[in-house]
């Protein structure tokens, strides 16, 4: 019997209407439940609690099936109904901020049923390829007799949870791995590191900032590349970008590599375009970031007749150190001749409200999470849709591209269609790049194998 000791952020169980992006609370999830469907790198879905699914009418109606023998930790068979109720849960449900989700959008048309016990059926008026996409993101979740969610149907069940503080799991069937896992909510990398030193864990997650110099020498280091796209909007209503040239003046006026390097220990690779090389498209684009040119951009800047000041508002973090990234890009407009001035919103929760509002100066920092290339484009770019994060960015091209992709059943014909979407972007881009990060964590030697996921989450392999 080997008993694994986890060292996370926290250790929380959501209810099963909200969706999160948080790497330790998926990290957990994934132990304990299943995603309907399952990430893969490159923005691929596989089978997951859902073993296969049926496509007719050109993509209009899909048909889920429920793998065999499905059950919830208590013995309860896991049914459509089930999933529906999951479903529906979701979409009446807001975010950590009192938002409401995006999935209600993308499903408004959608009519789900459940043909079977153990099918779901998605029908749509128009070809909904991407409903992989959105599938992805939700987990089968029930709660217990006293009210906690966290009866699912993965590899390992709860025996005790004591909400913020640790969740003692054990394994069931023959799935590989410890027999025990324990998860302690560990707050800080510094004491992270220091349970990992005095022997009371066997592996961390999240030491970004401790892996640049691996200073503990004893410990087994392990880094994966984070999905997630760190950026500044830019406000393409009014005001200097809504010119495409300004917008590309920013984008070759800022040092990204030296920003990455001075602030975050190097612990990123540069954006290119909206989304990472980990979504659909991302690689099959093949696209170079856009170089560090400051003589060309002042010269766009000038031919923009922008001279400022421009207003760059930031919280305090969240992005990581963004504050002082957004000092760093003001130092980077002023050197090509482009006044600014910074707003600091110290309330982060309302610095997002204020975002999705659209009151963001001039460039707002901010991060782009899902791993859904639909997602990203729909939530964010689409000026046909000109949902919640949208800040006014408009091209013809772009739009007819997505449209097209929006239709594209198949995964080899999607990866190509987000593509030429994403090359788009880069030509005409919407926002000022900067990186998708890199993350990292440490095992004592022999704990085990080890790996990272693109949305962060911590797999034990062995």
């Known amino acids: 019997m080997r008993h694994l000791r986890l060292a996370a952020e926290t250790c929380r169980f959501l209810p099963p209407a909200r969706v999160t992006d948080a790497a330790a609370t998926l990290t957990l999830q994934m132990l304990v439940f299943e995603p309907l469907l399952r990430w893969t790198d490159g923005g691929r879905v596989v089978p997951a609690l859902f073993s296969h699914w049926d496509v007719e009418e050109d993509g209009r109606r899909w048909t889920f099936h429920i793998r065999d023998g499905a059950r919830f930790h208590d013995g309860v068979a896991v049914e459509a109904q089930h999933v529906l109720d999951t479903i529906e849960g979701i979409l009446g449900s807001v975010d950590m901020f009192g938002m409401k989700w995006s999935y209600s959008r993308y499903l408004r048309d959608a009519r789900i049923t459940a043909p079977t016990r153990t099918s779901l059926r998605v029908e749509n008026p128009e070809p909904f390829a991407d409903i992989l996409d959105v599938l992805a993101e939700f987990v089968l979740v029930r709660a217990d007799a006293a009210g906690a969610p966290v009866l699912g149907t993965g590899p390992y069940r709860v025996e005790s949870f004591v909400p913020e503080q640790s969740a003692d799991l054990r394994r069931v069937g023959d799935t590989p791995g410890p027999e025990r896992i324990t998860v302690l909510a560990t707050p800080g990398h510094e004491a992270r590191i220091a349970a990992l030193v005095a022997g009371e864990v066997d592996v961390g997650m999240q030491l970004e900032r401790e892996a640049a110099n691996e200073r503990e020498a004893a410990l087994e280091w392990g880094r994966g590349l984070n999905g997630l796209s760190v950026m500044h909007y830019l406000n393409c209503f009014e005001g200097a970008f809504a010119s495409p040239e300004a917008r590309l003046a920013i984008n070759l006026a800022v040092d990204r590599q030296a920003i990455l390097d001075g602030l975050l220990h190097g612990l990123g690779v540069l954006s290119a375009t909206v989304v990472s090389p980990l979504h659909m498209g991302g690689r099959a684009a093949e696209l170079s970031p856009l170089p560090y040119d400051p003589e060309r951009a002042k010269r766009l800047f000038e031919a923009a007749r922008v001279s400022g000041p421009l207003t760059l508002r930031t919280p305090l973090t969240l992005p990581e150190r963004a504050k002082e990234v957004t000092e760093a890009v003001a130092e980077a407009l002023n050197r090509c001749g482009v006044a600014t001035r910074i707003e600091v919103q110290a309330d982060r929760p309302e610095y997002a409200r204020e975002v999705g509002r659209k009151v963001i100066g001039d460039v707002a920092i901010f991060d ?95």
């Not at 919407?430 to 890199?438: D, G, V």
């Open 368 to 462: 782009s999470s899902p791993r859904s290339t639909f997602r990203v484009l729909d939530d964010k770019i689409s000026s046909a849709n000109r949902a919640v994060w949208w800040q006014g960015y408009h091209d013809e091209e772009v739009q007819r591209l997505i449209t097209a992709a929006n239709r594209t059943v198949g995964d080899e014909a999607r990866d190509a269609a987000y593509a030429a979407v994403l090359r788009r972007l880069h030509a005409n881009p919407p926002w000022l790049y900067l990186w998708h990060p890199i993350e990292t964590f440490a095992a004592r030697p022999g704990a085990g194998r080890f790996s990272l996921e693109g949305t962060g989450i911590l797999r034990i392999e062995a």
